[in-house]
């Protein structure tokens, strides 16, 4: 089990530094070449709303460029403090959802779509930069984009979370490495994680000494086939 989740693991470390490269790229050619990069977000969001209803918010914690960056390289020169317990908040997202939209939406309507785009790109990524020298995945738990993913799946009647079952002694071990300052350990026991910040990240899966946690069926079937075919 514990050889399976490392493989698990260094599959999402390969992915996210592919993604990392990938969020420089494109944030280079983005300010550099040619303003119309700002249109991509436009055609990858529907991905994203769509990937809530087959994985809940695996997209955050595996597929995110501007996430893999935080965690793989900003995280060289981070501080790398817990994330703030305020910015686990509910309604702080929801409080930075609808300023960035709002603003969006009116730059959208006076200056068109393209301008719009710019400063969907620009905007989170500054953000990200600027909390993340203190806590490197602390964007993530007020990013726009997340919210609007986690206030999704919670609307969601079937939902796949992390799963908490078998032996617990509630060491902490879990809660300890979990980047997103959730804490599997005073989740009841045979129930899923249901804290909205989740990612289904995998890490505390690894860190638990009696691998109590298990991904979501659906989503480590997905990992699992990927394994098997490297």
């Not at 494109?26 to 991905?47: C, E, K, Q, S």
């Not at 009841?188 to 979501?216: D, F, K, R």
Request: aromatic share 12%.
């Amino acid at each position: 089990m514990k050889e399976k989740i490392k493989q698990i693991l260094a599959k999402r470390a390969k992915i996210q530094w592919f993604l990392a490269l990938g969020f420089i790229a494109l944030n280079g050619v983005l300010f550099f070449v040619t303003p119309r990069a700002a249109y991509i977000p436009f055609f990858v969001l529907p991905l994203m709303i769509i990937s809530v209803f087959f994985w809940s918010r695996a997209f955050c914690g595996w597929a995110c460029p501007r996430a893999a960056f935080l965690e793989r390289i900003l995280s060289k020169v981070s501080l790398n403090k817990p994330v703030p317990k305020w910015m686990n908040y509910y309604w702080v997202s929801v409080l930075v959802f609808i300023i960035l939209i709002s603003r969006v939406t009116y730059v959208g309507f006076t200056r068109g779509l393209l301008a719009a785009g710019f400063l969907l790109c620009l905007v989170p990524t500054i953000g990200a930069l600027v909390v993340g020298w203190y806590s490197p995945k602390s964007w993530c738990a007020i990013c726009p984009t997340g919210t609007l993913l986690k206030t999704l799946d919670r609307l969601q009647i079937a939902r796949f979370k992390i799963a908490k079952e078998g032996k617990c002694t509630s060491c902490g071990a879990c809660d300890r490495v979990c980047p997103m300052g959730v804490e599997p350990s005073k989740v009841p026991l045979n129930s899923g994680i249901e804290q909205m910040n989740c990612t289904q990240c995998a890490i505390c899966t690894a860190s638990c000494p009696y691998n109590s946690l298990h991904l979501p069926e659906r989503l480590n079937n997905h990992i699992k086939q990927g394994v098997a075919v490297r």
